[in-house]
Each structure stands twice: as structure tokens, then as C-alpha cells.
């Protein structure tokens, strides 16, 4: 197997063709990583939550990475890695284009709403839904793809 680094574009075209990412944001010393689906486009990945502990620590810390792959196997796969930080998107006048081009973003997608805007229920007390839009805006990208070493079958 052969490991190639993928340009900054390439990376990017990854993100633009790909949903299901890894986000970790952080408290202090301790990380924290949740799957959430986003949708990219022009260096930011759009994104729908409710509030929740991603979303308060990354109001506290906004600065966050984002891992999203595509594994055919283990000898074939591609895997990106976003630096970026953390916007919310609130629903005020001077958000409301950027709100709306995330809700267009993410509708492209069936059911985008339902990973993000679930009923949950935590230690027997049900979570309030308040709905959050936000975006990450790309800082850094870099991307590994793994290829099979022509004649090196193993
Ligand atoms: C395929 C997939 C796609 C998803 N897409 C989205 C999305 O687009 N938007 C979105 O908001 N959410 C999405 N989720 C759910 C997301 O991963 C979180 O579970 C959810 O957002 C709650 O996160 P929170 O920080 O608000 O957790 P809270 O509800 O505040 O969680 C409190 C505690 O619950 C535990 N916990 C939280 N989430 C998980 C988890 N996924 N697995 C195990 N333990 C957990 C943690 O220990 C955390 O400390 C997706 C999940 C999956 C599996």
C-alpha cells in the first residue's frame, strides 16, 4: 500500500462529495468527538444541531477538527482532516443569507434535519430542542489517500 498526500483542492472536492464527518472540539484538556453529517461548500461546512454539549463547548471554544473518510478497504480508502472554527449562524437579520444557504445545503440531503433535531432523553430529563444552525470555516485541510503498490500484491 502506498500512502499519497491530496492537494488542498482535492481535499476540498473530497468534502464537497462526502456527508458523514468526525467533529472533536475541546474543554480545557479534554477532547470530545461526535459524528454529525455537514455539507461544504465555498471553505465552510454547513451543519444542524440543537443544543447540546458540542454546541456549548464549542460556543466556549471555537476552535474545532473535523476528520470525514471513504474506505473501500484497508489498502483503498482516503481520509481528510479540517481545522477550522466554529460560527453560528442565529436566526437574526444580518445571519439570515447564510442561514438560509445552510438550510439549502443540508436539504439536498433526505431527512437532513433528523440526526441533529431528535427528541433526547438523558438521565430520565428530556432535552430541550433548540434548533442551531452553524458552520465551520476551513483554516487548514490536509488529505491522505491509500492506493495498492502496483505489484506488491500482499
Ligand atoms: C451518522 C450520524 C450522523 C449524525 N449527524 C448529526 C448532525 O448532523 N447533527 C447533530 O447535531 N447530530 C448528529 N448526530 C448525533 C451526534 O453524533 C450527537 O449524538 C448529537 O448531536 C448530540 O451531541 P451533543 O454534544 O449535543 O450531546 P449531548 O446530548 O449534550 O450528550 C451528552 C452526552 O451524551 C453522550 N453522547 C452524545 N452523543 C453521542 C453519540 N453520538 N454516541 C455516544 N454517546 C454520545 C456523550 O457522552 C455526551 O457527553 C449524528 C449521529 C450519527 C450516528
New binding site residues.
Given amino acids: 500500500m502506498l500512502i499519497q498526500e491530496m492537494t488542498w483542492q482535492a481535499s476540498l472536492d473530497f468534502l464537497a462529495r462526502t456527508q ?1 464527518g468526525r467533529l472533536a472540539c475541546a474543554q480545557g484538556a479534554q477532547p ?1 468527538v ?5 455539507s461544504y461548500n465555498n471553505d465552510h461546512l454547513y ?9 456549548e463547548w464549542m460556543r466556549a471554544n471555537p476552535l474545532v477538527c473535523v476528520e470525514a473518510d471513504e474506505v473501500l478497504s484497508s489498502e483503498l480508502w482516503i481520509s481528510v482532516i479540517v481545522f477550522g472554527r466554529f460560527q453560528e449562524l442565529p436566526d437574526v437579520p444580518e445571519w439570515r443569507s447564510e442561514r438560509s444557504l445552510a438550510h439549502d445545503l443540508l436539504q439536498r440531503k433526505a431527512m437532513w434535519w433528523e ?2 433535531y431528535v427528541r ?1 432523553i ?1 438521565h430520565g430529563t428530556e ?1 430541550p430542542l433548540v434548533p442551531v444552525f452553524y458552520r465551520i470555516h476551513v483554516t487548514e485541510i490536509t488529505g491522505h489517500r491509500a492506493i495498492p503498490e502496483p505489484g506488491n500484491a500482499v
Fill in positions: 458523514l470530545y461526535v459524528p454529525i453529517y455537514f451543519t444542524f444541531s440543537t443544543v447540546g454539549q458540542k454546541i440526526p441533529g433526547t438523558l432535552r
